[in-house]
Protein backbone atom coordinates (compact mmCIF):
# COMPACT_ATOMS: atom_id res chain seq x y z
CA UNK A 1 0.00 0.00 0.00
CA UNK A 2 0.75 3.81 -0.32
CA UNK A 3 3.44 4.84 2.45
CA UNK A 4 4.61 8.46 3.28
CA UNK A 5 7.59 8.70 5.01
CA UNK A 6 8.19 12.59 6.57
CA UNK A 7 11.28 13.77 8.37
CA UNK A 8 12.48 14.74 10.34
CA UNK A 9 9.62 13.51 12.89
CA UNK A 10 11.15 16.53 14.86
CA UNK A 11 12.87 19.79 14.87
CA UNK A 12 13.96 22.53 17.72
CA UNK A 13 15.32 25.63 16.19
CA UNK A 14 15.73 28.89 17.53
CA UNK A 15 12.96 32.28 16.28
CA UNK A 16 14.58 33.31 12.99
CA UNK A 17 15.89 30.59 11.72
CA UNK A 18 15.05 28.83 8.44
CA UNK A 19 13.83 25.40 8.40
CA UNK A 20 13.06 22.69 5.93
CA UNK A 21 11.14 19.43 6.19
CA UNK A 22 10.15 16.81 3.38
CA UNK A 23 8.14 13.64 2.45
CA UNK A 24 8.59 10.83 -0.01
CA UNK A 25 6.08 8.69 -1.13
CA UNK A 26 6.28 4.98 -2.36
CA UNK A 27 3.85 5.64 -5.19
CA UNK A 28 2.93 8.63 -7.43
CA UNK A 29 0.12 10.74 -6.90
CA UNK A 30 -1.26 14.08 -8.34
CA UNK A 31 -1.23 15.93 -5.32
CA UNK A 32 0.66 16.83 -2.23
CA UNK A 33 -0.77 18.96 0.65
CA UNK A 34 1.32 20.54 3.36
CA UNK A 35 -1.26 21.43 6.63
CA UNK A 36 -0.02 22.18 9.99
CA UNK A 37 -1.95 21.46 13.79
CA UNK A 38 -1.70 23.89 16.61
CA UNK A 39 -2.75 22.01 20.18
CA UNK A 40 -6.24 21.80 20.78
CA UNK A 41 -7.11 22.19 17.00
CA UNK A 42 -7.70 20.74 13.83
CA UNK A 43 -5.10 20.66 11.35
CA UNK A 44 -5.13 23.79 8.72
CA UNK A 45 -4.28 23.55 4.95
CA UNK A 46 -0.85 25.65 4.43
CA UNK A 47 -0.17 24.53 0.68
CA UNK A 48 -1.95 22.77 -2.11
CA UNK A 49 0.37 21.55 -5.12
CA UNK A 50 -1.26 19.83 -8.16
CA UNK A 51 1.72 19.68 -10.55
CA UNK A 52 4.95 18.02 -10.84
CA UNK A 53 7.76 20.64 -10.11
CA UNK A 54 5.02 23.20 -8.95
CA UNK A 55 6.60 25.81 -6.42
CA UNK A 56 4.32 27.84 -4.39
CA UNK A 57 4.48 30.58 -1.48
CA UNK A 58 2.55 31.24 0.89
CA UNK A 59 4.30 34.23 3.18
CA UNK A 60 7.08 32.83 4.58
CA UNK A 61 6.66 29.04 3.23
CA UNK A 62 7.53 27.94 0.34
CA UNK A 63 6.60 24.29 -0.70
CA UNK A 64 7.73 22.06 -4.18
CA UNK A 65 6.05 19.22 -5.63
CA UNK A 66 8.80 17.12 -6.55
CA UNK A 67 9.77 16.57 -10.38
CA UNK A 68 9.45 12.33 -9.32
CA UNK A 69 6.10 12.87 -8.27
CA UNK A 70 7.07 10.91 -5.30
CA UNK A 71 8.62 13.63 -2.81
CA UNK A 72 7.54 17.11 -1.73
CA UNK A 73 9.39 19.71 0.60
CA UNK A 74 8.30 22.62 2.84
CA UNK A 75 10.63 25.49 4.03
CA UNK A 76 9.85 28.23 6.79
CA UNK A 77 12.05 31.19 6.16
CA UNK A 78 12.68 33.50 9.44
CA UNK A 79 11.00 31.16 12.01
CA UNK A 80 8.95 32.78 14.86
CA UNK A 81 7.49 31.32 17.77
CA UNK A 82 3.53 30.75 16.49
CA UNK A 83 5.35 28.74 13.66
CA UNK A 84 5.51 25.48 16.69
CA UNK A 85 2.95 23.11 15.65
CA UNK A 86 2.89 19.80 13.78
CA UNK A 87 3.28 19.70 10.21
CA UNK A 88 1.76 16.68 7.98
CA UNK A 89 2.31 16.57 4.46
CA UNK A 90 -0.57 14.56 2.65
CA UNK A 91 -0.65 12.67 -0.36
CA UNK A 92 -3.67 12.64 -2.89
CA UNK A 93 -4.60 10.97 -5.90
CA UNK A 94 -6.69 8.31 -4.99
CA UNK A 95 -10.24 7.95 -3.51
CA UNK A 96 -8.69 8.92 -0.13
CA UNK A 97 -6.01 11.01 1.06
CA UNK A 98 -2.36 9.45 3.08
CA UNK A 99 -0.96 11.56 6.09
CA UNK A 100 2.20 11.43 7.13
CA UNK A 101 2.88 10.75 10.81
CA UNK A 102 4.20 14.52 11.06
CA UNK A 103 7.10 16.88 12.21
CA UNK A 104 6.69 18.70 15.63
CA UNK A 105 8.51 21.89 15.08
CA UNK A 106 9.32 23.76 18.55
CA UNK A 107 10.43 27.43 18.17
CA UNK A 108 12.62 28.99 21.25
CA UNK A 109 12.25 32.81 21.10
CA UNK B 1 -12.62 29.80 12.28
CA UNK B 2 -12.17 27.48 9.52
CA UNK B 3 -15.99 26.97 8.84
CA UNK B 4 -15.92 23.04 10.53
CA UNK B 5 -17.30 23.58 14.21
CA UNK B 6 -17.32 20.17 16.04
CA UNK B 7 -19.31 18.91 19.72
CA UNK B 8 -18.44 18.57 22.25
CA UNK B 9 -14.67 19.41 22.39
CA UNK B 10 -14.41 17.14 24.99
CA UNK B 11 -15.69 14.10 25.98
CA UNK B 12 -14.90 11.23 28.97
CA UNK B 13 -17.30 8.21 29.19
CA UNK B 14 -17.02 4.75 30.09
CA UNK B 15 -17.23 1.73 28.06
CA UNK B 16 -20.99 0.99 28.56
CA UNK B 17 -21.89 4.44 27.77
CA UNK B 18 -23.56 5.93 24.62
CA UNK B 19 -22.80 9.45 22.99
CA UNK B 20 -22.37 11.16 20.10
CA UNK B 21 -20.10 13.12 18.23
CA UNK B 22 -21.71 16.10 15.93
CA UNK B 23 -20.19 18.20 12.97
CA UNK B 24 -21.70 21.00 11.26
CA UNK B 25 -19.59 22.73 8.21
CA UNK B 26 -20.52 25.94 7.04
CA UNK B 27 -18.79 26.00 3.56
CA UNK B 28 -21.59 24.30 1.68
CA UNK B 29 -19.50 21.15 1.28
CA UNK B 30 -20.80 18.01 -0.59
CA UNK B 31 -18.59 15.85 1.41
CA UNK B 32 -17.71 14.92 5.07
CA UNK B 33 -14.73 12.79 7.10
CA UNK B 34 -14.32 11.47 9.91
CA UNK B 35 -11.10 10.65 11.10
CA UNK B 36 -9.14 9.23 14.32
CA UNK B 37 -6.08 10.60 15.44
CA UNK B 38 -4.10 8.78 18.24
CA UNK B 39 -0.72 9.64 19.30
CA UNK B 40 2.31 9.10 17.06
CA UNK B 41 0.45 7.78 14.50
CA UNK B 42 -1.21 9.26 11.23
CA UNK B 43 -4.39 10.22 11.09
CA UNK B 44 -6.49 7.53 10.20
CA UNK B 45 -9.83 7.78 7.63
CA UNK B 46 -13.05 6.39 9.24
CA UNK B 47 -15.78 7.14 7.17
CA UNK B 48 -16.77 8.94 4.16
CA UNK B 49 -19.90 10.35 3.28
CA UNK B 50 -20.30 12.16 -0.32
CA UNK B 51 -23.67 13.62 -0.87
CA UNK B 52 -25.12 12.25 2.25
CA UNK B 53 -24.28 8.62 0.97
CA UNK B 54 -21.27 6.62 2.74
CA UNK B 55 -18.61 6.11 0.02
CA UNK B 56 -16.03 4.64 2.90
CA UNK B 57 -16.17 2.50 5.52
CA UNK B 58 -12.26 2.05 6.55
CA UNK B 59 -13.12 -1.04 8.30
CA UNK B 60 -14.35 0.71 11.38
CA UNK B 61 -15.24 -1.71 14.35
CA UNK B 62 -19.34 -1.73 14.54
CA UNK B 63 -19.29 -0.10 18.08
CA UNK B 64 -19.06 3.54 15.64
CA UNK B 65 -22.01 4.39 14.16
CA UNK B 66 -21.84 7.37 11.41
CA UNK B 67 -25.26 9.70 10.42
CA UNK B 68 -25.13 12.34 7.75
CA UNK B 69 -28.83 13.52 7.34
CA UNK B 70 -27.79 16.21 4.92
CA UNK B 71 -24.48 17.82 3.74
CA UNK B 72 -23.57 19.91 6.54
CA UNK B 73 -23.88 17.55 9.59
CA UNK B 74 -22.23 14.53 10.12
CA UNK B 75 -23.19 12.60 13.21
CA UNK B 76 -20.57 9.88 15.21
CA UNK B 77 -22.56 7.57 17.62
CA UNK B 78 -20.37 5.68 19.78
CA UNK B 79 -21.22 2.57 22.27
CA UNK B 80 -19.63 -0.11 24.34
CA UNK B 81 -16.29 1.27 23.12
CA UNK B 82 -13.05 0.66 24.62
CA UNK B 83 -9.95 1.62 26.42
CA UNK B 84 -8.03 2.04 22.77
CA UNK B 85 -10.60 4.16 21.42
CA UNK B 86 -9.37 7.07 23.37
CA UNK B 87 -8.19 9.27 20.77
CA UNK B 88 -8.77 12.77 19.17
CA UNK B 89 -11.82 12.41 16.49
CA UNK B 90 -11.52 14.99 13.60
CA UNK B 91 -14.42 16.13 11.41
CA UNK B 92 -13.30 17.37 8.03
CA UNK B 93 -15.72 18.71 4.95
CA UNK B 94 -14.31 19.07 0.86
CA UNK B 95 -16.14 20.01 -2.38
CA UNK B 96 -16.52 16.64 -2.98
CA UNK B 97 -14.91 13.57 -2.13
CA UNK B 98 -13.02 13.01 -5.47
CA UNK B 99 -9.07 13.38 -5.71
CA UNK B 100 -7.26 16.73 -5.60
CA UNK B 101 -9.81 17.80 -2.89
CA UNK B 102 -8.14 19.82 -0.09
CA UNK B 103 -10.08 19.16 3.41
CA UNK B 104 -11.09 21.57 5.90
CA UNK B 105 -10.78 20.36 9.97
CA UNK B 106 -12.90 21.10 12.95
CA UNK B 107 -10.65 21.00 15.95
CA UNK B 108 -11.85 17.52 16.70
CA UNK B 109 -13.45 16.05 20.01
CA UNK B 110 -11.03 14.45 22.83
CA UNK B 111 -12.24 11.23 23.86
CA UNK B 112 -11.22 9.45 26.74
CA UNK B 113 -12.61 6.07 27.62
CA UNK B 114 -12.92 4.77 31.22
Known amino acids: GQQLNQSPQSMFIQEGEDVSMNCTSS?????WLWYKQDPGEGPVLLIA?????ELTSNGRLTAQFGITRKDSFLNISASIPSDVGIYFC?????????FGKGMKLTVNP | ETGVTQTPRHLVMGMTNKKSLKCEQH?????MYWYKQSAKKPLELMFV???????ENNSVPSRFSPECPNSSHLFLHLHTLQPEDSALYLC?????????????FGDGTRLSIL
Open chain 1, 90 to 98: VQGGSEKLV
Open chain 2, 27 to 31: LGHNA
Open chain 2, 92 to 104: ASSQESTVNQPQH
Open chain 2, 49 to 55: YNFKEQT
Open chain 1, 49 to 53: LYKAG
Open chain 1, 27 to 31: SIFNT
